[in-house]
């Protein structure tokens, strides 16, 4: 009977996982297909294969350096983003794990509340600061902000991971004669690098994805990103569902292609600071 109901269990999951996998996977697959056809064969066969196909979609958006230049744009954000999150994170992280003074869990719970901080409400101020430093359509427009916005998740993680670095190890070295800020850097973030590879992979796809802050600050076409860069094709090519199709699924692959190298290390650094922390 156990037997019986352990196979049950496991085809539930198999069943579920499979459900879960065709909500996810649907729409990519339609959006690819898609891609293929024209817009009469999208509205006379929606759901079958392209007949006949049609790669010039795809082709098109990739010989436009409009594309391209977006890309870059997406890239450069998102890489400067990326670093200066982990790079600042991961201090301020290390003083929160292994330094105790007064006031320090009080600090640690300020940086948490900015988790349940609504982006959209500080739109407005952040323009009006923006524009007050002579940051608007420059990119540190929006690197900076989102690396504010990463940082809590940011520590949250490290500081899970750090915490469990044992004392032994640091005592360790400081008797070899390692300075708190030689332990950091030649020993501690070696050994985290699952917990910084998940927070790069956060930060980084968020960047990518991340359309209203862009919005706001960038009124040159010049510094616009991905997204930006999306909703304008769709605007100038509305009548072609066909394409624009396209051009979603190839402003898709590189964060996808981030994603699916990292995904090992987001997961194992996930549950290094939900079960370490």
């Known amino acids: 009977m156990t037997a019986r109901r352990s196979a049950l269990r496991g085809a539930s999951l198999h069943v579920l996982a499979l459900a879960l996998a065709a909500v996810v996977l649907g729409p990519l697959v339609f959006a690819l297909l898609g891609g293929f056809k024209d817009t009469a064969q999208l509205s006379g066969n929606p759901f079958g294969l392209p007949s006949p196909w049609r790669p010039e979609n795809y082709t098109e958006v990739l010989a436009s350096g409009d594309f391209w230049r977006q890309i870059f744009n997406s890239l450069l954000i998102g890489v400067s983003t990326t670093v200066l999150i982990a790079a600042t994170g991961a201090m301020a992280a290390f003083v929160f794990a292994r330094f105790a003074f007064k006031g320090r869990e009080v600090l640690f719970t300020f940086f948490t509340i900015g988790l349940m901080f609504p982006f959209a409400v500080a739109i407005l101020p952040l323009f009006v600061l923006l524009r007050s430093l002579g940051l608007l359509d420059n990119p540190l427009g929006v690197i900076l902000p989102q690396a504010a916005f990463g940082l809590p998740i940011t520590i949250i993680i490290l500081r899970g991971f750090f915490r469990q670095i044992p004392r032994e190890v640091e005592e360790a070295a400081i008797l070899d004669g390692c300075t708190p800020l030689g332990f950091f850097w030649r020993i501690l973030l070696p050994m ?44 100038q090519y509305a009548s072609d569902t066909a394409r624009i199709l396209a051009y979603l699924v190839l402003a898709m692959v590189p964060a996808l292609a981030f994603y ?18």
Not at 212 to 228: K, R, S
Request: hydrophobic share 55%; net charge positive; glycine share 8%.
């Open 260 to 277: 699916a190298v990292a995904e090992r290390h987001l997961a194992s650094g996930l549950t290094a600071g939900a079960t370490k922390g």
């Open 192 to 235: 985290a690098r699952p917990a910084l590879a998940t927070v790069s992979v956060l930060a980084i796809v968020a960047s990518w994805n991340n359309f209203f802050l862009p919005l706001v600050v960038f009124t040159d076409p010049q510094l616009w990103t991905i997204p930006l860069g999306v909703q304008q094709f769709q605007g």
